[in-house]
């Protein structure tokens, strides 16, 4: 039996679900276990970043923003050449901050690691 695997992704689609713009986790994705993930934005430099587990993964990226139009999703899945907002996994929590953070402690204290 082949088991699929998959990574961890922080960012956006095009509307048409086509292509992904942001950050992707360096490690295969862990299933049937929990799992904490913090996508983290800083709009001052541009720059986006994904942490795995409360450890930051990867450099941070440079990211355009753009204001959604359309719903957030959370638990998308690559389905043929496309994505859609379905994923073979609970979801049990999501947490979104719009706010500047003023520290390491404050995120810290945030997401919990």
Do not use: C
């Amino acid at each position: 039996m082949t088991v699929p695997a998959g990574y961890w992704l922080f960012g956006r689609l095009s509307a048409d679900g086509s292509t992904f713009t942001g950050v992707q986790s360096g490690a295969v994705a862990a299933m049937d276990t929990t799992v904490q993930l913090t996508g983290m934005f800083d709009a001052h430099s541009g720059k986006i970043v994904l942490r795995v587990g409360g450890e930051q993964n990867g450099d941070w990226q440079q990211y355009t923003s753009q204001s959604g139009t359309g719903e957030i999703a959370v638990g998308a899945q690559m389905s043929g050449a496309t994505y859609n907002h379905y994923l073979a996994a609970k979801v049990s929590d999501v947490r979104i901050w719009a706010g500047a953070m003023n520290d390491e402690r404050q995120i810290s204290e945030l997401i919990g690691s």
